[in-house]
């Protein structure tokens, strides 16, 4: 069985080990033991063979409780794979300066995990204290001085939208480049959390790009991508096609998996990867896809499995929201 010749996002889910328990992490049922192997990376590699250009993103859990697997995994990559990129998605709590070297050495991208102020961050980053959010906050600026490209996902919980614009100001101040905006996914969102979320996006979009500012809203998942799916390893070795069935219980993911990466073979799951080939294939030939639009259908596909009255309710106004932030993201330079 050959991949799709078009992987958008390789995400290599290192571990499933966290020290935070966030209300919107969308990796759900981390058992907090597992991670991946040497021999389940060889394989992965092995898979990947004669790929030319692949956007690489290392995450967990936090990556960082095993970074000698991290440092191992960016090292390989970019021997392997020289013209493609690699984004490093981390809480930051046990980001050194050390580490902020190598990143810088090896061209690596950084994805911190804040959503601005300290307030809203320690409200939904749960584990996150005050001290704590001071840190990785000095962490994040002191990247983004070492000249490492740093994006953080300012993630927007329905209750927060009013504070979008002072979470956007703080992030701002940390002289990061850009910073993608995104509601919260499979959060309760209500038609009045809906309409405001859009209008505090507009006015960013405005304001982020007035010729002052360096720190500009990130209109990429917006941009309209070429035909191809992910490949979400998981810290067992599973892989998805799209990081959006991690976010739904067990018993629907398993539904979802391609393939496996074991220490020695890989086992792949040829009928189901075929059929949903066939479903993105309909997908992309009906109209230009963009990489949100690709990760809501695939939603769209978990969410009949698993008939959840209020959640497929949110569901609804969180793709009523994507649609908003498209149209106000295709007026961005
Ligand atoms: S830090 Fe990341 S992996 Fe950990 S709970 Fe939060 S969103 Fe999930």
Known sequence: MRLSSSIKYCWIFITDRCQLDCDYCFFKTKTQTRTLSHGQIRQLFGLLKGSRKIEFV????EPLLRWDL???????????Y????VTLQSNMILMTPE???FLKQHRVLLEPGIDGLGKTT????KGTSLRMHRLVCASTRTAAKAGIPVFPTMTVHPQDTSAMTANFKFLASLNVDRIDVHPAFLAPWMPENATDFIEHYRRLAAFSHSAALKTKL???YSRPMAFGHDLVVMPDGHILPNWTFLAFPKKIRDRFFIMKLNDDHIACHASRYRSLLGRYRDLFR??????REFSNLNAALAMRLWKNRRATEGFRRYREICRAVKAIDTTLP
């Open 82 to 85: 020289p013209k493609s990129s």
């Open 70 to 80: 991290v440092s191992f995994l960016i090292r390989d990559i970019g021997r392997r």
């Open 122 to 125: 320690a409200r939904h980053r």
């Open 286 to 291: 009906a109209k230009k896809v963009t990489y």
């Open 99 to 101: 580490k902020i070297r």
């Open 218 to 220: 990130c209109p990429c």
């Open 58 to 61: 290392i995450s967990g859990g």
